[in-house]
């Protein structure tokens, strides 16, 4: 997976709906309705998460007995692709 943590875009307006998320983006006057398991992807995506954690998450969230890489990588690409999470590359810790 990518070594870069996800990070939510700036500005969104966020909503919980009873199904997930209802996301505004003012940028691209935008509204977004993200599904229950897309809400948990997005949520995670503080800039503290690399994708592999995200994906640990997810399968914790969901009782799963493997990581859902595959899952959370789908996901994640989606909601970069609607402009809702960027990528931070993570901070060099070894110097």
């Given at each position: 997976?990518?070594?870069?943590?996800?990070?939510?875009?700036?500005?969104?307006?966020?909503?919980?709906?009873?199904?997930?998320?209802?996301?505004?983006?003012?940028?691209?006057?935008?509204?977004?309705?993200?599904?229950?398991?897309?809400?948990?992807?997005?949520?995670?995506?503080?800039?503290?998460?690399?994708?592999?954690?995200?994906?640990?998450l997810l399968a914790e969230v969901y009782e799963l007995d493997v990581p859902a890489e595959e899952d959370a990588a789908a996901g994640l690409r989606e909601l970069a692709q609607r402009g809702l999470i960027r990528w931070q590359p993570q901070e060099d810790t070894t110097g």
């Open positions: 997976m990518d070594t870069s943590n996800p990070i939510r875009s700036a500005g969104l307006e966020v909503e919980e709906a009873e199904d997930g998320l209802v996301v505004f983006d003012p940028h691209t006057e935008t509204v977004h309705h993200l599904n229950p398991a897309a809400s948990v992807i997005f949520d995670l995506c503080d800039g503290s998460r690399d994708p592999d954690a995200v994906a640990a």
